[in-house]
């Protein structure tokens, strides 16, 4: 069964009176979505005690919870090896907590080395933290590395995959459409990603449209906004064919929820037309 659900919390979420995501699995089982992504991405400040209350609503309205790790890992950068390893012990940690498997990942940038040395980095540290996680005691969880939008960071597809083929036990594909479209200037070949991810029996999926520049991603927008949008009638088609494993995320501007309530329409073959 595919999933689907918002990355934080809708407007209407707030306007419906809920104050926290403690509320936010009911609200959104109650809409009819039943994913939902907590971000650490400007830092991880949630309590243990607030990660099992979340897990219990979870739980109960059977919602899939996934967690976004902080931003500013950069596995490329090996002096902060030490820093980036707590990052993603202490967002699994909690992530466990919740009852959830799933940690979302970026991978890095390039900073001012070339491709090649900053992607070896990423795979020397990812290795590295790997094991390191196995010989804590880590198990049954995934790192959903993510396809990134600007032309600087570590993470078109093909590099995702690559890296995602070093453990395929622990590491899947996080694939951000969104991110693509920038990468590919408005000329997104869905056909072609849907491709090279049938060798992933799973994958986590970030599906927005993104304003892009010259440089790459400049601003999440809506479904709403077709002009940096792609054809999601074929996305959803493509994701019809996989084995079902897979979770769709929206990272909509501000209307997250309704937009993924858009998507599992569309995937549900109930609406032709954004």
Known sequence: MVRFGPAGNDVKFYADGNKSSVDAPRWLSEMGLNAYEISF?????????????????????DVKISVHAPYYINLANKESLEKNYHYIKRSLELLFKIGGN????????????????????????????????????????????????????????????????????????????????????????????????????????????????????????????????????????FLRLRPGADVVISESDSIMAQDSLKLQSFYLQKKTEV
């Open 41 to 61: 991405g400007r830092g991880i400040r949630m309590t243990d005690k607030t990660a099992e209350v979340i897990g219990k609503q979870a739980e109960i309205y």
């Open 102 to 237: 799933r940690l979302v990942i970026h991978v890095g940038s390039q900073m001012q080395m070339t491709r090649e040395v900053a992607l070896k980095n990423c795979e020397d540290s990812l290795k590295i933290i790997l094991k390191r996680l196995d010989d804590e005691g880590f198990q049954n969880y995934l790192l959903c590395l993510e396809t990134m939008g600007k032309y600087t960071q570590i993470g078109n597809l093909d590099e995702i995959c690559a890296l995602c083929a070093i453990d395929p036990q622990h590491l899947i594909p996080t694939v951000d459409l969104g991110h693509m479209n920038c990468l590919a200037q408005g000329q997104l070949n869905i056909e072609d990603v849907f491709k090279k991810l049938e060798n992933f029996s799973q994958a986590h999926f970030h599906i927005s449209f993104i304003e892009y520049g010259a440089k790459g991603e400049i601003k999440h927008v809506t479904l709403a906004d077709r002009k940096f949008g792609f054809d999601l009638n074929l996305v959803m088609d």
